[in-house]
DNA sequence: GCCGTTCCTTGATGCGCATCAAACCCTTCC
DNA sequence: GGAAGGGTTTGATGCGCATCAAGGAACGGC
């Protein structure tokens, strides 16, 4: 039942909050996590759920969202590879105001809570990696309120597959939307119906190319003019 | 020139942030620490300026907004008495992405981002409740992003009329609004007109009673079940 | 291959909210 | 007291986006 912990380690220490830490900060971490797989489609945590620890994807895909009375939901983040989910609330005495759920097959670790709360009161510089951690997140955060306030929807989208097309590593110009499209839409508050027709209509005026998941830009700069929509940018 | 330091320590340890912390760790804080006044209209940072430091408000308050290309506006808070706002943008290495607005004279406390990282690097516990306010504040942004996405204009409206009679000292079920109704409503997210009418509509019916900014709610329970507009809540 | 499911698109319609515009406060200042 | 100027309300109009409803396309299973 012992999980292999090595591998573990060497996991931990790639990812930013843990990285240039000493073999025995890691062993300590390591030996207050647990390896937790889900299948695509599976709830990690449901909204009102208590919150044990944290979460890091060694691989998968994980949905964060809020749901509604009437069955919907809104889609907060989408978060893959190496990135890590749920502190905050780790911090807070409360339960979990977002639900997670499986987009696809994933391996994930579990940080317990005593064993962060423990190494916070011993280093100092895995506080700051929290906080810096946190600090970056509430930083987006308002940049999305900003986004829902004062953007149109085609904005939205254009800002969206801007930034995509920055993170992408692989054919300039070119990517892969990272999950279905209904999802995308959530995140950028869209319907489905209404994030396809923004796409469709994108591509009328040839701004992008779009074949199923995949997008293409073939300039950059035009697209980046149209970011503040039919106004010449300030 | 030198301000009365003194008083600065006091200050501080009646804030969560400083509570309880030794003699020794106040002075250090309070000797990084500065006074600010700002009167009413002035603005105290614009986005796109670097930050140097997090402020709190001894008496007064201020407007956090996201300014639009067209002049508009997104509030994103509204900030008063004893809080303190800015931390999360000084553990990146960014400038402001909101403005900073005094909404009357006010009196803030500046402490420079150097004594915050020396002080963090001494002591846990400060590390551990910048931690919490990061966190805290996270979880109120998430709380918003729902709202703005899942509930009705009204039903924002009466979210947040409910919030503000439960943190009202005074008389049950009266209070008064904390500034301009335009700079609610766009807090909010909504224009002043809409907010205007959604006021009106609630008053028609009976669920509050509005005069200028003094808001009365003759049936708390009866507004709350109306939280969730016309559905029955879950 | 065919079938069922899930995802995506397309169309028709309408509501929630913004926008524009004007009137009506309620202060504050001379 | 009157004038001047924010702040707020009220009305008329229209757009952006959601909703409802089908149809198509892609995928996986047998």
Redesign the pocket.
Known sequence: MSPPSIKVQNFLSNLPLFKALGAQELDRIASGTREVRIERGGTLFAKGDPCSGFYMIVYGQIKLAIPAADGGEKVVEIIGDGQSFGEAIMFLEKPYIVSAQALADSLLLHVSKATVFDELARDPRFARRIIAGLSARLHHLVRDVGSYALQ???ERVVGYLLHRESERNGTAGSFTLPT????IASRL?????????I??ELAAEGLIE?H??EVTIPDIGRLRRHDSGHQPQS
């Open positions: 149109s929807g085609r279905k499209k209904g999802i508050n869209l319907t489905q119906e209404h994030f396809s027709r796409l469709h779009v199923g998941r």
